[in-house]
């Protein structure tokens, strides 16, 4: 167990809906990290929040956004949901530098 | 564009025996790598790390060894266990893993353990 809790476990949306995914980092972790993990792949970076801030990015559209709140625990959102976004969602938890604890992973199931 | 890259996509190895995952990477900036085991259902479990400033770091029946004239990095377990079946991945970062542009993930590669 890592301490890094994700919610829901599983969710099923409609194309166009916005979703909205949880993760609590453990504790002392101030750096979240989102993944994306299609099916049979590797993860693939979201974005990262430090300190309640974006400060980095990887190839997602803006319709993919995030919040870090004060006690470090983290928002995924997604809007106009499309087939494609049908994937794992893993949250990492990190200290700054060094290892990143993930999740267990919100399965997403877009139809 | 700069990826993270397995060799084989399967692999199968008698329990006891030892195995050797292999990895391929492509952006020379990076300075920290990491392995992951990942079951199914669940999220990446950290194995083990290594920072570009070693070549060889020594776990509980893992080893990474890592080869940055030729951008190659191994994972060896030792001793394989019904338990170790799963699928691993490599993953790389800059900035000793405090890079903000996120771990880059290789596709992984499933571990089969025969009895």
């Known amino acids: 167990e890592t301490g890094v809790t994700q919610s829901p476990t599983h969710l099923i949306k409609t194309r166009g809906q916005q979703v909205t995914l949880r993760c609590s980092s453990q504790?002392?972790?101030?750096?979240v990290s989102w993944y994306q993990q299609a099916l049979g792949q590797g993860p693939q970076f979201i974005f990262q929040?430090?300190?309640?801030?974006?400060?980095g990015r990887g190839n997602f559209p803006p319709r993919f956004s995030g919040l870090q709140f004060p006690n470090y625990s983290s928002e995924l959102n997604v809007n106009a949901l499309e087939l494609d976004d049908s994937a794992l969602y893993l949250c990492?938890?990190?200290?700054?530098?060094?290892?990143?604890?993930f999740g267990p992973g919100t399965r997403l199931t877009v139809l | 564009g700069e990826s993270v890259g397995l060799h084989l996509p399967t692999l199968s190895v008698q329990e006891g025996d030892n195995s050797i995952i292999n990895c391929a990477y492509s952006?020379?900036?990076?300075?920290?790598f990491i392995w992951y085991k990942q079951e199914s259902g669940k999220g990446p479990q950290f194995i083990i790390d290594?920072?570009?400033?070693?070549d060889k770091r020594q776990g509980q029946r893992v080893t990474v060894l890592l080869n940055k004239t030729v951008k190659h990095l191994s994972l060896q377990i030792a001793a394989t266990q019904p338990g170790d079946s799963a699928v691993y991945f490599c993953?790389?970062?800059?900035?000793?893993?405090?890079?903000?542009?996120?771990?880059?993930f290789g596709k992984g590669t499933h571990l089969i353990i025969q009895p």
């Open positions: 990492a938890s990190s200290p700054g530098e060094g290892e990143q604890f």
């Open positions: 504790s002392g972790h101030n750096t």
């Open positions: 929040y430090y300190r309640e801030e974006e400060n």
């Open positions: 952006n020379s900036a990076s300075d920290y």
């Open positions: 290594i920072r570009s400033n070693m």
């Open positions: 993953a790389e970062n800059k900035d000793s893993g405090g890079g903000a542009d996120g771990l880059t």
